[in-house]
């Protein structure tokens, strides 16, 4: 594999030392880059960790000239370096590149350095903060501490630097419009020295030579070619250094793209085009960090799977790992080491604020080389709820704005300021380039139907000018077998699971088919978002390496995609298709009735393109049309297609152009058969809404129910109708239970009326939501999908949980759930939900245990010789609209 990078002053110094482990008396010989107590990124169990503390690393120097500099590209976290003993240059900071010179260098020199890890280097001062201590999770952390937060060691490359008297950094290159505009950076005055240029694609050759005291250049090729996400022409640009007399002092090599990537008009522009970003987030490079075949084989996986753009999750990589990408072309979101999630850093400290910039920037200047890095990330989750309620959101925006005016002095590429932006919609202040927001909606908390509320966050010129991505979501990562992460430690994953998943059949089958529903869900609806009047600009779902089969190995066995790659290549494809209806329950002969979205993002297919349409079901064609659709836009179809008979159903959507498919998916859904109830009681409906009037005989006051024979009489209380009546008549109604009547009382508002039912004991309660998301802001806890307790009850006969998953309309079975004065013993819990998360529960931090338990959705307790029976799933309200719910309603009359 052909080197892209090449510096001839530059020579790898990584061989040949001696390394003590903290409290050892032995050494042992390591090649570098080294590390001891390192733990990459992971969602396994976390293994035995070595010893903490300061490791001690040593080499003799043979041929080293004075004036000769050592560049180191990373050390964690602390660093001591010596000459013959004499300590030379310290550094803080474990992605900081920093440079020793070596002076007075001598042949059999001793060069020692002192390293300790990033949990044995001291804190910051107490005191050192007056702002951020006000968060529960603050720590003086001295430095960023990235996602590997055990490491120590020399963990990055070093190399020795042949400088001379004058020598040449790597140009920084810009790509604009048809040309390249680079700037010159000089070690030594270079004054009466000069520069050749050459870019060359292998087809062709421009050469310029200029004065090296001219300090930048331009360059274009004669008949340049724009490289696309995925489709890299890779110019090679080589710059040589003479001396006056003529002599080559330096040459260096490196890789361009010609691709102009920039925010316009709240939205990104590519190559002058507008663009829509689709990737995948992230890469394994915390735990395979120097593999050139493993990264090789895992960038190519994810170029093969059409993975336009991916993000460094907190963890600037080995070059190895961009470089890789440089070739293939895969762009690049390349994040700071700051990762917020594990704690709110001391951000207020003048001490860390000068440590982390002088890192950041030393980040941005060893990075910016790579053509594929379109991104900068200023870190992740900077902060989260706990802060954002605190008030602290403005003093970081404020950290945050200088920073990046610094940032903006060395790269031009765009910047998102905090990914994730919480708080981003409460101050008056934009920073950055674009908005990355997070959103776990359908998992950690919330609802898939509550992305509703997403479209009103990213209005064009409304909320932020700034185009909107989203780096994370789905989450419900799951392990080698395929099931989603259940550890004895992780009290978080088994709460979250219990509520998404209900009853485990078969673990592995029911994590990855919930993951991938998730991910077709969330992509369909940002697509939708892709429309004049969003800002909405890329979706990037979070999956790092767990969407792969053994993701640490390579060869014909390691990197095996799992099947959400399959929904991955259907729903963020560059042209989309999707049926939006959500109505997926049919009655028998129904129709399905929705919209059928087509979006062109396809840069090379014409820009009006004729794309013929078709949905199949089976062998049999069901709608099909023609249509012609321009780039960047999008056409909607409203479209009716049946009927069918009973059962289960999957829609096959294509569509065609030019002769081929350029983009498939499916649509599932289920047809039922709705018997008519046959009630072994008579029905009494007590229903001011007069929604369920035809299922019985109808009063107009609860308290009229003691006129009918309890024993041979089921009176049905229904949807919200709670209220005065129902409270006078409540010892009436009681009474008639005692006697051996049977009372159903559906969904109800929470309230004053809604407690102690007619003195059963039993009420309605509203519960409330823990808020991840800026747009998720709703108070209601909604359930779609709920758990079966008594299989064996009459309510549930014809039925399994899979048809308690989103119900007609807006997804949701129950907004409310049951409260219980004491659970008595022969009390029926029929269905109830998780509860998943409590308020404080959000973050991976350690936490006090609590059992969030269940609410409750069905239950019947015995009255007397009668019983009540009180659901809030809600069958009275969607009666007629919902088969599940209407067959539920009939099972139980």
């Known amino acids: ?169 790597m140009p920084a290159v810009t790509a604009i419009q048809n040309r390249f505009e680079g700037v010159l950076e000089f070690h030594g005055n270079p004054e009466n020295y000069k520069v050749t240029l050459a870019l060359s694609d292998g087809a062709e050759t421009v050469e310029k030579t200029i004065d090296a005291t001219e300090g930048k250049f331009a360059i274009a090729p004669k008949n340049p070619v724009f490289s696309w996400p995925l489709r890299p022409h890779v110019y090679t640009l080589t710059t040589k ?112 604020q000068k440590t982390e910039l002088t890192e950041i920037l030393s980040i941005v200047k060893e990075y910016r080389r790579h053509p594929s890095i379109q991104i900068w990330s200023m870190g992740n989750e900077l902060i989260v709820a706990a802060e954002r309620d605190r008030g602290l959101g403005k003093p970081l925006f404020d950290i945050l704005e200088r920073w990046i005016a610094e940032v903006r002095k060395l790269s031009a590429q765009p910047v998102i300021s905090n990914s994730n932006g919480d708080a981003a919609n409460l101050i008056h202040k934009t920073i950055g380039d674009i908005d990355d927001i997070h959103q776990y909606g359908g998992w950690y908390t919330e609802t898939l139907y509550d992305l509703r509320h997403f479209a009103d966050t990213t209005l064009k010129n409304d909320m932020l000018f700034q185009p909107a991505i989203s780096t994370e979501s789905i989450a419900s990562y799951t392990n080698n077998k395929g099931e989603c992460y259940i550890k004895g430690h992780d009290i978080r994953q088994m709460k979250i699971v219990t509520m998404r998943l209900g009853k485990i059949t078969d673990l592995a089958k029911q994590s990855q088919e919930y993951q991938a529903f998730m991910l077709k869900e969330y992509a369909e609806v940002l697509w939708r978002r892709r429309r004049p009047d969003s800002n909405f600009s890329g979706y990037l779902p979070f999956g790092q390496y767990t969407w ?123 047809c039922y058969v709705v018997p008519k109830p046959a009630p072994e009681r008579s029905v009494v409906v007590f229903d001011p809404a007069k929604r369920l009037t035809a299922l019985g005989t109808v009063v107009e006051d609860p308290a009229q129910i003691a ?73 209601v806890k909604h359930t779609d999908r709920a758990d079966i307790c008594l299989p064996e009850d009459p309510l549930f006969q014809n039925l399994t949980e899979e048809d308690l998953r989103w119900w007609n309309g807006d997804t949701f079975l129950a907004h409310d759930y049951l409260a219980l004065d004491t659970l008595k013993e022969d009390d029926q819990i029929l269905s109830r939900i998780g509860n998943g998360l409590n308020d404080d529960e959000l973050m991976p931090v350690e936490y006090e245990y609590r059992d969030s338990g269940y609410s409750q959705i069905a239950i019947r307790r015995k009255i007397g010789r009668g019983s009540i029976l009180c659901t809030s799933f809600l069958l009275g309200t969607k009666y007629g609209l919902e088969p599940v719910a209407e067959i539920l309603l009939n099972n139980l009359l």
């Open 1 to 169: 594999m052909d080197e892209l990078f090449f510096d001839s002053v530059k020579e790898c110094f990584d061989d040949g030392w001696s390394f003590t482990a903290p409290g050892a008396n032995a050494s042992q010989a390591v090649t570098l880059p080294h590390s001891w107590n390192e733990q990459g990124w992971s969602y396994e169990e976390p293994p035995r960790d070595a010893p903490a503390g300061t490791g001690i690393y040593r080499k003799t120097l043979h041929g080293i000239a004075s004036g000769d500099v050592l560049k180191f590209e990373g050390v964690a976290l602390f660093s001591r370096v010596f000459l013959d003993g004499k300590e030379v240059m310290t550094n803080l900071g474990a992605y900081r590149a920093f440079e020793v010179p070596l002076e007075g260098v001598h042949e059999g020199s001793e060069l020692k350095v002192e390293v300790t890890d990033k949990p044995s280097t001291p804190l910051l001062p107490e005191g050192c903060d007056e702002v951020f201590p006000l968060s529960p999770r603050y720590s003086r952390w001295p430095a960023a501490m990235g996602s590997t937060l055990k490491v120590g060691g020399i963990w990055r490359h070093v190399f020795l630097l042949h400088r001379g008297q004058v020598s040449l950094e």
């Open 241 to 352: 250094l003479f001396a006056a007399d003529g002599s080559l002092v330096q040459e260096l090599r490196q890789p361009l793209w010609l691709m102009t990537f920039e925010t316009n008009d709240s939205e990104f522009r590519m190559n002058g085009k507008p663009y829509f970003l689709r990737g995948q987030n992230g890469f394994a490079h915390c735990n395979i960090p120097y593999d050139k075949e493993y990264i090789h084989q895992y960038v190519s996986a994810y170029r093969s799977l059409g993975v336009e753009i991916s993000r460094f999750h907190t963890e600037p990589p080995p070059h190895e790992w961009l470089d890789e990408c440089d070739r293939q072309g895969v762009m690049v979101i390349l994040e700071m080491p700051l990762h917020g999630s594990f704690a709110c850093y001391s951000y207020g400290s003048e001490q860390f």
């Open 548 to 670: 792969f089969f053994n993701p640490f190995q390579k060869g014909p066995d390691g990197l095996k995609p799992k099947m959400i790659w399959d929904t991955f290549r259907e729903v963020l494809g560059p042209v989309h298709i999707q049926l939006e209806c959500f109505d997926r329950h049919l009655y028998q002969g129904g129709m399905v009735r929705g919209t059928l979205h087509l979006f062109h993002e396809n840069v090379h297919l014409p820009e009006q393109c004729k794309f013929e349409l078709q949905v199949k079901c089976g062998n049999t064609v069901l709608y099909s049309t023609q249509t012609t659709v321009g780039y960047h836009d999008s056409v909607h179809l409203p479209v009716e297609m049946g009927p069918f008979a009973a059962g289960q159903f999957q829609l096959e959507l294509e569509a065609f152009a030019e002769g081929k498919v350029v983009a498939r998916n499916h649509f599932s859904l289920r």
């Open 707 to 779: 006129d009918f024979e309890p024993t041979k009489t089921t009176f049905l209380v229904g949807a919200h109708s709670l209220g005065r009546l129902t409270k006078a008549a409540g010892e009436v109604v009681h009474a008639w239970m005692e006697r051996g009547g049977r009372v159903i009382v559906l969904e109800q508002n929470p309230g004053a009326f809604a407690s102690d039912i007619f003195g059963s004991g039993l009420g309605f309660v509203r519960a409330c939501q823990p808020q991840w998301s800026r747009w998720a802001m709703n108070l």
